[in-house]
Structure formats: C-alpha cells, structure tokens
C-alpha cells in the first residue's frame, strides 16, 4: 500500500520536460571535474522520469570544468568569444559522461550539440529532438546555443520554448530562489512562488535576465529547486511543492 501511495505521488504532472542541469551537478561539493558516482545519481532519477512517460530533454552546463568567464578576464590573451566557444566545448565533455552514464543504466539516449561535431554527437535540429523525446528517448543538449556572449540558461530557456516543453526545470545546489545570497545571509528570505514581473524587478538570481525575458514572453514556467536531495526532479516533475515557482 505504502508502494502505491508513493507511486501515485510522484506521478508526473508535466509530460516534456526541459531540465537545466548546471557542471555542479557533475561533481561532489567543493570540487571540480567529473565524479562519476554524481553523474550516475543524476542518470539513476532520469530513468526513473522517463519511465513514468516524461520526455526528457536535459541543459547541460559545464562550471565544473571551465566557465568563459574565467579565460576572458585576461582579455588580451583569450579574446572573450574564444573563452566562450571553450565553455561551449567543455559542456560536449559533461554530456559524453552523462550520456555514458545512462547508456550503462538500459537507457536510450541522443547527445545533440549546437556545434557540429558528428563524430561524438548529433546537431542538434529540432524536429529530430522532438522526435527522438516522443519515442522515449532520453535528449542530452550540450554547446549551449552555439554563440558566444549567451549562457547555458538563456540556451536552456530557448530549447524549453522550441521544444514546447510543459516547465524549465532549473536544477541548482540551493532549495530556491532567495531575497539574497543563502550562503551569505542565513536570514535571507526563500520564496515559494514569484512572478516574472518580481523577478526582473528585484534583480533576482533565478537566471539571467536574457533566459527570464525568453521564458515570459512564452509564459514557460521556472522551477527553480535542489537537485542534491535525493528524489528531487521527481518530486518537481510531480508537481510537488519543493523550491520555487516563477510564472505569470
């Protein structure tokens, strides 16, 4: 009995699904590179979505391994679209692992890039990518969005309007968006739900403004939640009440 209650509470609430899932998630807290036991966690939930009947379609980022950012500070040296396109090119390496990481679970699976690279990885063209969801298959989209200058959550909220995706799911370390930065302020406030509208009012750190203004303009809902407690993109996918919610 108990089986059954828990299975008709995390039945899924939503039927496509695009889930941001940033490089942390590929390694443990505080570290960098890719753990294959977090790669594996993460793999573990995702069979679990798609066998409830969830097309899933997975962002992937890769702040564990480089971030544009970091390289175009210098300037001179890396010009700042360069750093970028290597960002691009570590996000390649994250969906390899995850990809890998499902195939060793029994899952069927495409890695889709928006730089062409064939020899590891499909390009990514988007009535292939609906395709391959409607027959079940688990869409791994990595390159961001194939320009330099935009982040893997404005890539995120693009494919989530392409593919007509019911939510975005945007998979972080914290339970939420807050009025401030939890790690520094532990008094800092946790909304359960919040309009588009707050968002860009506040300045808050959901994603950054350009993904916020795609997903409003689309009236794609955000759920913004932990990803690290075990069970979590199930619970969100159900509908469960669990970080926070940004709509109209």
């Known amino acids: 009995m108990n089986s059954d209650s828990t299975e008709i509470s995390l039945a899924p609430k939503y039927q496509r699904v695009v889930l941001k899932l940033s490089g942390e998630g590929f390694c443990q807290a ?7 036991d977090e790669t594996l966690n993460i793999a573990r939930q995702a069979k679990r979505i798609v066998s409830r009947g969830v097309q899933l379609a997975i962002v992937v980022g890769a702040g564990n391994i480089l971030r544009g950012a970091q390289f175009s500070a210098g300037g001179e040296v890396i010009k700042e679209a360069s750093a970028h396109y290597m960002g691009m090119l570590a996000t390649v ?11 060793s679970l029994n899952c069927e699976t495409r890695l889709q890039t928006a730089l062409r690279m064939e020899t590891v990885a499909e390009p990514y063209i988007r009535r292939r990518c609906i395709r391959h969801l409607e027959k079940g298959r688990i869409v791994i989209l990595a390159g ?9 959550d404005t890539a995120a909220a693009l494919r989530a309007r392409e593919l007509s995706a019911n939510i975005l799911l945007k998979a972080t370390r914290v339970d939420g968006v807050y009025s401030e930065d939890p790690e520094h302020n532990p008094h800092a406030l946790r ?14 750190r959901v994603m950054d403004m350009a993904a916020i203004s795609l997903c409003r ?5 955000i759920l ?16 469960h009440t669990i970080g926070t919610l940004v709509s109209e």
């Open 93 to 103: 390496l994250n969906g390899m692992a995850l990809q890998e990481a499902l195939e």
């Open 30 to 36: 505080g570290k960098s590179g890719i753990s294959i």
């Open 224 to 239: 913004v939640f932990n990803f690290k407690s075990e069970g979590n993109i199930e619970r969100a996918i159900a509908g």
């Open 191 to 204: 909304y359960e739900k919040l309009t588009f509208s707050q968002v860009l009012r506040d300045n808050l």
């Open 217 to 221: 303009e689309g009236r794609m809902p």
């Open 144 to 152: 961001g969005t194939g320009n330099p200058f935009v982040t893997t």
